[in-house]
């Protein structure tokens, strides 16, 4: 099935570095959400955007939207050990389901 | 606990033998969402209900596949003649409109 691009693949930091990381789309989306998964566990939802441009806030996490509603950006500032897991994005475009992206995997190191 | 609940978490079967997995979702939502998850990638649509019907089907989802969703309010999925292919983690999610799934701890598969 389709997937959207996510990169960095994977990224090994130190805890209290910022992390970036972005996913990008052939098609324009007017839905992105960002997803944490952990080792046997589902995704839980960390930040969604529905508005191209917009740039939202959770805490340590910042998300934005792309100008393009082609791409989404999600950053992760000073970073702790609790950070590490699987990051993916999701899109969706007027249709009933979300189209996951291939997922970051963020180590972080004391 | 009122999120999205999957049983079993684990389930190991032959290759040929029928599974069933079982989802309740979040009480007031009106859709439930399975995905297939492979080691890996991201989770993958397979199919969608909006109360207790069933609006879309991936291709993803062979005719050994099917899923239920009686009276709105659980819903299963049954995999026929299990094959090692089918090996993945099942993902249940709900949602009240199209945005904000929340996702279940998934049934991890394995088919020897």
């Known amino acids: 099935g389709q997937q959207l691009n996510q990169s960095p693949q994977s990224m090994f930091i130190q805890e209290g570095e910022d992390v970036s990381m972005n996913c990008t789309s052939s098609?324009?989306?007017?839905?992105w959400l960002w997803y944490k998964q952990d080792p046997g566990e589902g995704p839980v939802l960390l930040i969604a955007?529905?508005?191209?441009?917009e740039l939202t806030s959770n805490g340590r996490l910042t998300a934005q939207f792309g100008i393009t509603r082609k791409d989404s950006f999600l950053n992760i500032s000073a970073s702790i050990p609790s950070d590490v897991g699987i990051y993916f994005c999701?899109?969706?475009?007027?249709?009933?389901?979300?189209?996951f992206g291939t997922g970051t995997r963020l180590q972080v190191f004391p | 606990d009122t999120g999205v609940s999957q049983d079993p978490r684990h389930k190991i079967t032959k290759r040929g033998q029928n599974v069933t997995f079982r989802c309740d979702p979040i009480?007031?939502?009106?859709?439930l969402y399975w995905y297939r998850q492979t080691l890996g990638q991201g989770p993958e649509f397979l199919t969608y209900?909006?109360?207790?019907?069933?609006?879309?089907k991936s291709r993803l989802l062979s005719n050994r596949f099917s899923a239920e969703r009686p009276k709105g309010s659980f819903s299963t999925l049954e995999i026929q003649r299990t094959e090692q292919g089918d090996s993945a983690m099942y993902l249940c999610?709900?949602?009240?409109?199209?945005?904000?799934?929340?996702f279940g701890s998934g049934t991890q598969l394995s088919v020897l």
């Open positions: 999610a709900s949602s009240f409109g199209v945005e904000k799934l929340f």
């Open positions: 098609s324009i989306f007017n839905t």
């Open positions: 955007l529905y508005k191209a441009g």
């Open positions: 999701a899109g969706s475009y007027n249709t009933d389901k979300l189209i």
């Open positions: 009480s007031e939502h009106n859709r």
């Open positions: 209900f909006q109360n207790e019907a069933q609006l879309e």
